[in-house]
């Protein structure tokens, strides 16, 4: 059989499917070349997608080391706080010791309360308002409960 012969015994079902194969192999041989047919724009829409996508998980990373940078410091604060407490309660308790001692040594450890012993007593509350300003009772306290205000006394017309 004749090329001649073949196209003339084509129905146009024939035909239609003959066009269809011929569109596929050019499609194909195209596609074999790096020809790319992309009318709806796909694959820019999927490249844009990726890039925002990196773009995002950039951003998460720059703020989870930001978050871990403040998390850092924050337990470096924490960690001086913790370190001069207890040198605030060590040094406290070293002149407590220190008083106490002397108190009951003292010769009228057992009798009411003298000028002697009560300015042996205030120089104790002076030393520790001294180390620890925030104590309670001492010139410079604070009320911590009430945000740093400042602590209301007995007979102050302010509370």
């Not at 890039?51 to 998390?71: K, L, N, Y």
């Not at 960690?79 to 009951?104: F, I, K, L, S």
């Not at 009798?111 to 410079?140: M, V």
Request: charged share 25%; proline share 3%.
């Amino acid at each position: 059989m004749s090329a001649g012969s073949v196209l003339r015994a084509l129905t146009p079902l024939g035909w239609l499917a003959a066009a269809a194969t011929a569109l596929a192999l050019g499609f194909v041989l195209l596609g074999g070349l790096g020809f790319r047919w992309d009318p709806l724009n796909l694959q820019h829409k999927r490249l844009e997608a990726a890039r925002i996508q990196a773009r995002d998980a950039a951003a998460v990373a720059a703020a989870q080391a930001d978050a871990r940078r403040i998390e850092t410091e924050g337990a470096a604060v924490q960690a001086r706080r913790v370190d001069h407490y207890y040198h605030t309660t060590g040094a406290a308790r070293r002149v407590t010791t220190a008083a106490v001692a002397q108190a009951r040594s003292a010769d009228d450890a057992d009798q009411p309360l003298e000028t002697l012993r009560a300015d042996r007593l205030r120089d104790h509350d002076g030393e520790l308002c001294r180390i620890a300003p925030d104590l309670a009772g001492c010139a410079g306290a604070t009320d911590l409960a009430r945000g740093g205000d400042t602590s209301v006394r007995a007979g102050d017309p302010a509370g």
